[in-house]
């Protein structure tokens, strides 16, 4: 059955083989308070690295037992999050986790090209699942937050994990929509050009696992009323499970406006690493660090 709300994702794990988390320079509240929650209802068994004495402090002040986590010392940030990369190369850990580092440092280690997690031409891309209170559905996108500019072979990739991730959340074949200012395929705009191109790739078989069509405006991509008025044909038009964004400035607009202004709830990570890798912002609250925690963990490889 497909999870049509964030809270669902908690439940689905239930039963299931539990995920190892490593959390990088895990030595604030918000992060502890999330792994710990994630914990406590069964989804993760969770390892932090950072400064074991800050870690246990925080703990105390959050009433927050350190027990339930295995702690690795490591004071200095950089090779805090080495160090979580390396417990990952030695299959140690399933799900990667930002703490309380910047993002460029926990994104260094990552893509540090002896001792990181990527592959050889692997993209890395960030995919967010946002929950809006006047939506029946959940909202799978990509990108909103590491590429600013993706090109045609990019923009595939952003397509097919974003594809995963609906597939994760028990959507068999989910229903993509890359999406433009307009439905029209004009020659003179390279978004349209090449949502035409992938979504006639994925007609033909080059993307597999969904139903993919674009250009579509977001109006048409997520409302049956605007499709219809718009003569749009198609089960993409007006129900479309994913959205992929032209751009980085488009998406994040959209991520945005979903959290600040529409009351969305979200979860998101960080994709084409050999693990799921949880980049929540240092702002972020409690809930949205632990519905990240159980969308990692439903996309983590057994």
């Given at each position: 059955?497909?999870?049509?709300?964030?809270?669902?994702?908690?439940?689905?794990?239930?039963?299931?083989?539990?995920?190892?988390?490593?959390?990088?320079?895990?030595?604030?509240?918000?992060?502890?308070?999330?792994v710990?929650?994630?914990?406590?209802?069964?989804?993760?068994?969770g390892?932090?690295?950072?400064?074991?004495?800050?870690?246990?402090?925080?703990c105390?002040?959050?009433?927050?037992?350190?027990?339930?986590?295995?702690?690795?010392?490591?004071?200095?940030?950089?090779?805090?999050?080495?160090?979580?990369?390396?417990?990952?190369?030695?299959?140690?850990?399933?799900?990667?986790?930002k703490?309380?580092?910047?993002?460029?440092?926990?994104?260094?280690?990552?893509?540090?090209?002896?001792?990181?997690?990527?592959?050889?031409?692997?993209?890395?891309?960030?995919?967010t699942?946002?929950?809006?209170?006047?939506?029946?559905?959940l909202?799978?996108?990509?990108?909103?937050?590491v590429?600013?500019?993706?090109?045609?072979?990019?923009?595939?990739?952003?397509?097919?994990?974003?594809?995963?991730?609906?597939q994760?959340?028990g959507?068999?074949?989910?229903?993509?929509?890359?999406?433009?200012?307009?439905?029209?395929?004009l020659?003179?705009?390279?978004?349209?050009?090449?949502?035409?191109?992938?979504a006639?790739?994925?007609?033909?078989?080059?993307?597999?696992?969904?139903?993919?069509?674009?250009?579509?405006?977001?109006d048409?991509?997520?409302?049956?009323?605007?499709?219809?008025?718009?003569?749009?044909?198609?089960?993409?038009?007006?129900?479309?499970?994913?959205?992929v964004?032209?751009?980085?400035?488009g998406?994040?607009?959209?991520?945005?406006?979903?959290?600040?202004?529409?009351?969305?709830?979200?979860?998101?990570?960080?994709?084409?690493?050999?693990?799921?890798?949880?980049?929540?912002?240092?702002?972020?609250s409690?809930?949205?660090?632990?519905?990240?925690i159980?969308?990692?963990?439903?996309?983590?490889?057994?």
């Open positions: 059955m497909a999870i049509t709300k964030l809270d669902q994702m908690l439940e689905a794990l239930k039963g299931r083989p539990k995920r190892r988390l490593v959390a990088a320079f895990a030595n604030d509240g918000h992060t502890l308070a999330a710990h929650d994630a914990i406590q209802a069964g989804v993760v068994d390892i932090l690295t950072g400064d074991e004495a800050a870690i246990r402090r925080i105390a002040e959050e009433g927050i037992d350190p027990a339930a986590f295995r702690i690795v010392h490591e004071p200095v940030d950089v090779r805090a999050a080495a160090l979580a990369v390396a417990l990952i190369n030695g299959r140690e850990a399933d799900v990667l986790m703490g309380s580092l910047s993002t460029d440092r926990y994104m260094r280690a990552i893509l540090d090209k002896e001792k990181g997690l990527m592959e050889p031409g692997a993209i890395l891309s960030h995919v699942v946002i929950e809006l209170p006047r939506h029946p559905k909202l799978v996108c990509g990108d909103v937050a590429i600013p500019q993706p090109d045609l072979k990019q923009k595939v990739a952003i397509t097919n994990y974003v594809i995963a991730t609906a994760a959340l959507i068999d074949r989910p229903k993509v929509a890359l999406l433009a200012a307009s439905e029209q395929v020659p003179n705009y390279s978004h349209c050009i090449e949502a035409a191109a992938i006639k790739m994925a007609d033909r078989g080059q993307i597999k696992g969904a139903l993919v069509d674009g250009p579509l405006a977001l048409a991509a997520v409302d049956p009323e605007a499709a219809g008025i718009k003569g749009l044909q198609g089960p993409v038009a007006g129900d479309a499970d994913g959205l964004f032209a751009d980085i400035e998406g994040n607009v959209f991520y945005k406006t979903c959290s600040k202004l529409a009351g969305a709830e979200l979860a998101a990570m960080v994709v084409g690493a050999r693990v799921p890798c949880i980049l929540s912002s240092r702002g972020d409690t809930r949205t660090k632990l519905y990240s159980a969308l990692a963990a439903l996309a983590a490889k057994a």
